[in-house]
């Protein structure tokens, strides 16, 4: 088949394009067709709501609200007196919202701005997805990606739903466009410039950025020798590394670590209270496969027509096989796209909104795609070339085609949940809540735009600090937020018990919250046909509360002179005295819980195996107390104790009804011989079942 091919006048080892004839008026249509497809996804919202113009994502209003705030002045902060915060995914769509809503789109025609300028990006983008695939391949293929990306209801769904998906969209045909138009000459002047805008507008368009700038070198590396100056040519296509690297430093400055808030509660790396790499892996590989199957075409999301996936592969070996000349170009394209994917795939929210992280790659997907189908046509008579490729294209246009009413309506019942839920809960805790109080929220986006009170993100989007608390349970969320100034402390919660995040059935268990919601917000929006709804919940309660038992769990009577405390739950206390869980099993994870005793109230951790810690303050040759408050199972009561790797003896705490403990154990003088200590409260027979299983909430050092 090679052979044959290589035959053709399609083997190009040169950069020649199609032949230039009158102006071409094709994109334009394809334009204005996704344009006015992306008006009926408007009027679904119409419909779905009254009238009104709805976000179909929580997110929308997260940046809606960044947006104003730059707007008004108050840089990255996400409500006035907060300090700069890392929660907008999209550096660059923030700083566009910022500028639409100082030109004077406020109020309800902020959202009309979000949806209409990202449709108009999403139109742009099928424009010049069909000039890329002409400029690379025939005018063909580019005529069919730019229609089945007008015509992609997931396309669709995202670029209108007022998230950055459009620009992200744009952005990423543009590079492709220009890093195209730039390969012939070898002279890199623009291509850069658009990496940069696409590396500030989403984390995964610096990921692809950066793989156009190794493509670049490839192409400046083999004509070294045939370019004078080349060197010159190197250091500007670092552009966009230096945009990452500038977002980096932003964060530190802004937050103190270079982690934006959204990859600190969202990455696999970080989401629970351990990182097992064998469970990474495993999580990372369950997303990536699923991942793959949407691209296949072949689930129930009509992300892509079936089989697209497979056909794009074929595309990328008859491109790289036979357009020779633009191979670097094509191994660029691809590559970003598998690093993209890899690492999409290490975030818990890879498979979330419909794909929205993945939507603005699908057009260089398709490209391939339309590409493979080309290239199958090439081998058939030629006769019948024609009529094989438009026909076979014509199916594949038929299922998205077929997709798109299915999508419309998904967009217009998405749209009445999030007006159902999060919308309604911003507009009553704006009439009904006192002001001044301040608000704790799981959805921190519509609850922060619509009612006008302060918000503090249990997430950790908008507030930072709290998405590593999160991320390890209710106890150390709560520690985190009772060690807030107590007029920072939420008033309020307004929240679920579903993931993401911990639920808040102990807090109210605890008396932290009260028994009864001031108000329910039950989901009253019909449940798709596959049974699901676009929030993670199904009900979303306000509580009153309580905080007057803050810190009651400190307290603890010790024999002797206190020395140490060690707060089990509470992460600034752990990272103080380099607490460990010594889990007994690969992949368990000790997930903080907060309990109530009595007028106490502790954060503790669920332990199945052993703990350790380094132990501060002491006075070395004096005998050591130990103080714990456990809650211990019945099965394995005794503990082996350890002194900087020395065995101290075994101690028994024999579980007690009605919950918690007060154990205590005191090691001998002559092991305290520094005054930091690593002590070890270790399971008496390693590797092997039974493990004692319990609940540790503190240990308080005495001498």
Same mark, same amino acid.
């Given at each position: $088949? ?112 979000? $949806? ?10 099928? $424009? ?576």
């Amino acid at each position: $088949m090679i052979a044959a091919l290589n035959a053709t006048r399609e083997t190009s080892t040169d950069f020649r394009s199609p032949a230039r004839t009158k102006r071409d008026f094709v994109p334009w249509l394809i334009g204005g067709l996704a344009l006015l497809l992306g008006l009926v996804f408007v009027v679904f919202d119409l419909a779905f709501n009254q009238g009104k113009l709805i976000a179909p994502l929580d997110d929308v209003y997260i940046h809606l609200q960044y947006g104003r705030q730059i707007g008004l002045g108050q840089f990255f902060r996400y409500e006035t007196g907060d300090p700069v915060s890392a929660g907008a995914s999209s550096f660059l769509y923030a700083l566009v919202l910022g500028l639409g809503y100082a030109i004077g789109f406020t109020g309800h025609w902020f959202l009309v701005f979000a $949806m209409g300028f990202n449709m108009l990006c999403f139109a742009a983008g099928a $424009m010049l997805v069909t000039r890329l695939g002409t400029r690379l391949v025939a005018r063909s293929v580019g005529r069919w990606t730019g229609l089945l990306v007008a015509c992609s209801g997931v396309l669709l769904w995202g670029t209108t739903s007022g998230m950055e998906v459009g620009l992200v969209l744009l952005l990423v045909v543009a590079a492709a466009l220009v890093f195209v138009h730039e390969t012939p000459a070898g002279r890199f002047r623009w291509t850069p410039v658009v990496s940069t805008l696409l590396a500030l507008a989403r984390p995964e368009g610096l990921i692809f950025a950066g793989v156009l700038v190794l493509g670049q070198w490839w192409i400046l590396l083999s004509r070294r020798r045939t370019t004078t100056r080349s060197w010159a040519r190197w250091p500007w296509t670092l552009l966009p590394a230096l945009a990452g690297l500038g977002q980096l430093l932003f964060y530190k400055l802004a937050t103190g670590t270079t982690s934006a808030n959204g990859i600190q509660a969202k990455s696999l790396l970080y989401d629970r209270p351990e990182f097992y790499l064998a469970e990474f892996l495993d999580r990372t590989m369950a997303n990536l496969r699923a991942l793959l199957g949407a691209f296949l075409g072949f689930t129930n999301g009509d992300f892509a027509f079936p089989g697209a996936l497979l056909l794009a592969f074929g595309g990328l070996l008859y491109l790289v096989l036979i357009r020779r000349a633009w191979r670097p170009v094509f191994v660029a394209f691809a590559a970003g796209l598998v690093v993209v994917l890899l690492s999409v795939s290490t975030l818990n929210t890879a498979l979330v909104h419909n794909l929205r992280y993945e939507q603005p790659f699908l057009p260089i997907v398709l490209l391939f795609a339309v590409s493979g189908a080309y290239g199958i046509t090439r081998v058939v008579p030629v006769s019948v070339r024609r009529y094989a490729l438009h026909g076979g294209l014509a199916v594949a246009l038929v299922f998205s085609l077929l997709a798109v009413p299915t999508w419309a309506v998904r967009f217009g019942r998405d749209t009445s949940t999030i007006r159902d839920t999060d919308v309604s809960v911003g507009a009553w805790v704006s009439g009904n809540l006192p002001p001044g109080a301040s608000v704790a929220v799981k959805d921190v986006g519509a609850v922060a735009y619509f009612g006008e009170h302060h918000v503090v993100d249990l997430i950790g989007l908008g507030t930072n600090g709290l998405a590593e608390p999160s991320n390890n349970g209710i106890g150390s969320l709560y520690e985190a937020l009772r060690h807030l100034p107590a007029a920072q402390r939420p008033a309020y919660f307004a929240t679920y018990d579903t993931g993401p995040g911990p639920s808040m059935a102990q807090l109210r268990q605890a008396g932290i919250l009260a028994d009864e919601p001031l108000q329910e917000f039950k989901v009253q929006t019909p449940l798709d046909l596959s049974g699901n709804v676009i929030v993670p919940f199904r009900e979303i309660d306000v509580y009153r509360a309580d905080w007057s038992l803050a810190g009651s769990g400190d307290v603890q009577q010790v024999p002797g002179q206190l020395r140490d405390y060690v707060n089990v739950g509470d992460l600034t206390s752990e990272g103080a005295h380099a607490y460990e869980p010594e889990m007994a099993q690969v992949n368990m994870q000790p997930v903080s819980i907060v309990t109530r005793m009595g007028d106490v109230v502790d954060s503790g951790r669920t332990i199945l195996g052993g703990e350790v810690f380094t132990a501060r303050n002491l006075t070395p040759g004096r005998a050591l107390t130990l103080t714990a408050r456990t809650s211990m199972d019945k099965i394995v009561p005794d503990m082996q104790v350890l002194v900087d790797g020395k065995a101290a003896g075994t101690w028994v705490r024999t579980p007690e009804p009605g919950g918690w403990a007060t154990y205590t154990y005191t090691i001998p003088g002559d092991l305290i011989t520094s005054p930091s200590p690593r002590i070890e409260v270790r399971q008496p027979r390693p590797l092997l079942n039974p493990y004692p299983v319990y609940n540790s909430y503190g240990y308080w050092l005495s001498q």
